[in-house]
């Protein structure tokens, strides 16, 4: 897996949605993770979107800018403000909702 | 002086560490923190993670951070604080007022300070997650200066941040695995839960060593405490110790002090009131030894506290005065109405006094008050005028254990100290207020004497160990000259004094005058029977020698008187012309005489 790789959208135009996600080394989480993320964004942001992909182990000093504790960590940095995902991103729903793609649900 | 100080520690726990290695297989790390390396029997274990856990505002950050400065600066081990509450910034000003500059730490590569901020609202939870990110961050920051040290602080906090705490836990057994495995020695804090030492129950996770820090009050006064709750592997005091954060950081009190190796003194000091110094065995107080002067309000005991340091100054040596009610300008005054000046002295350097409200510190502070500023004047006599202001600031036990450390203190360095003990009104004169008298060497009782409508002084020695002393009880009297401690008269209700000694006194003196006079008349008396003995004698002679005359005469008329008849005799013999000689008539002769005598 390439590290701090930009994974553009070839056809996108203005990158309305950067999102990055943190990840150490290959893991099965970061692997699912990564693979989750690109699901999601390919159905829900069509063409506007970028992810950049930072390995840790590779750029450990990078933890610290966006105060990352967890892994995998998925920071949505536009449009703003600023959200945090953590988890493997196998919760689809909850996904959306982090990154404000779906109202939170209400249940009752 | 403090740095001298942990110099002389820190060489002295190095050798203790050293023999500590050879004897059991847990190395240690020194914290640097006074008072705490001796507790631990050396700091906190080597390589492995240690909980401070505590109420809010009971001290962990502080003493996580000195424990990384120390290591930083005196023990060349750079250490890595991790900060989950505070920002750089907040903490960097936070230690500023206790003399460390983080920013020259951290620039010389010393030390890293990450702050972690986790805002639960930024965060949504989507599957499963670990902390490899902290360990990432943590490992890259311990790499990057080669730290030796860890502080987590408050990591607890990340259960508040972060969801789904079956994960955090098992990540966070892991995260103090992975600190031991790469030969850390870490602090790591917690906030005290209900119950429990910490919140999140951590002292599961962190068993090696855990303190556990304390902030009490009691009174409105504030006490800190520190207590090792579990050392794994090590001895360690089990005590609550207390500990004080002023301007120098954190400093834990050993409650008890290392024994009793007291050296004993036969050096003597005088008490400064010379009569005095002849009723404690004449030479006055041990050096090093404790005094205990106690007595009811104005009996002047704080008149002897400063004959002991006039006296003590005069030989150059150095006194420490810690004044709890007075101030020292109002002491000094004082006892230049007895004649004593005590400005000189301070002027001098001799003399330092320290006049702080009980109540303004806690017993602890002012127990490490004392050990400082005694460090700092390096003085030999020691004066806590009175002792008794101290009881209103803890029960008796604390107060107990506060002066018995003091004392150990003083004794331990050789110092004089002199405790003045008030006794209130009516409660019974022996019995100390808190109970030291035990521990004291020299106990002297003042006491006002009630008689004949007034008071007066009287001082008696109750105990002082190692010398005779005096069993009499004495009055004195405040001069301007000094404590002047007067003769004893004793009355049929015990000593006399005041007016009713004037009067026994003048008394002594008429009885004095009219057994003189008596025995001079005596004299005189015998000295007129002499002479009358000797005029009778003259008399005498003057008789005898006047018989004598008459006798000798009329034994000279008798010799001429037979001369003429023998002349007479011989003229008739010549006449009658008989033998001329008288030697040839024998019987005529005889017959003569004898017709003489019938004559007579």
Redesign the interface.
Known sequence: MPSAKLIKNPKSQNDAWVLRL?V?GQ?P?SVS?FA?LKRICSEHLADRYRIELID??EN??L??GD???????LVRNLPT???????????TD??L??LDLRPAPRKG | MKSRNNVLKVAKLRALNQGDLVGTPLPKTLTGILGLDEITFGGLPKGRPTLICGGAGCGKTLMSMEFLVHGATQFNEPGVFMAFEETEEELRKNVASLGYDLKDLTDNKKLII?Y????RS????????????????L??AIDTIGAKRVVLDTIET?FA??PNPFILRAELRRLFRWLKDKGMTAIVTGERGDGTLTRQGLEEYVSDCVILLDHRVREQISTRRLQIIKYRGSTHGTNEYPFLIDEDGISVLPITSVGLQHKASSDRVSSGVARLDTMLGGKGYFRGTSILVSGTAGTGKSSLAAHLIDAACRRGERCLYFATEESPDLVVRNMRSIGIDLAPWVKKGLLRFDATRPTFHGLEMHLLRMHKLVAETQARVVVVDPITSYISLGDTLEVKSMLTRLIDFFKAHQITAFFTSLTEGGSALEQSEVGISSLMDTWILLRSIESNGERNRGIWVLKSRGMPHSNQVREFVLTDHGIELLDVYIGAEGVVTGTARAAQEAKEKAEALLHRQELELKQRNLELKNQALEAKIAAMRAEFEAEREEMEREILEGKQRAGVIEQDRIAMALSRRADATSNNRPKAQRGTKNAQRETN
Do not use: C, W
């Open positions: 943190y150490a893991t989480k993770a989750n840790l182990l450990p000093q933890a610290r105060q990352i504790v967890a892994i995998p960590t403000p600023m959200k945090k995902i953590i988890g493997d991103l196998s919760n909850r996904v909702v982090g | 990450d972690v901020h986790i805002e930024e965060i949504e939870e989507t599957g499963e997650y670990d902390l490899e990110g902290l360990f990432v961050r490992g890259y990340i941040g972060l």
